[in-house]
Nanobody
């Protein structure tokens, strides 16, 4: 069965950095489009960044220039490098895989940006 396991969240001060990782198993990772979503308290889950199986990337305007999505097909992993973090980046971050006609989700990792 497909599993997505996120790691790397935590508490960081404004302006700081974090690197989120998502390890995938049980799927043909190289064929999947991958993405990071986030959900802040009281808000709907939103797409943050996406990377296709061909390596094309897309970001929401709020994170352009600060967050970078990447993937390592050999390790079956996708990453989110987060720099110059702001309090409004505080949320639970979820890894998403779109493979074939199905979507898969990780359990989420908390990112808190606060002084």
């Amino acid at each position: 069965q497909v599993q997505l396991v996120e790691s790397g969240g935590g508490l960081v001060q404004p302006g700081g950095s974090l690197r989120l990782s998502c390890a995938a198993s049980g799927m043909y990772f190289s064929l999947a489009d991958m993405a990071w979503y986030r959900q802040a308290p009281g808000k709907e889950r939103e797409l943050v960044a996406a990377i296709t199986n061909g390596g094309n990337t897309n970001y929401i305007d709020a994170v352009k220039g600060r967050l970078t999505i990447s993937r390592d097909n050999a390790k079956k992993a996708v990453y989110l490098q987060m720099n110059n973090l702001k309090p409004e980046d505080t949320a639970v971050y979820y890894c998403n895989a779109h493979a074939g006609s199905r979507n898969y989700w990780g359990q989420g990792t908390q990112v808190t940006v606060s002084s």
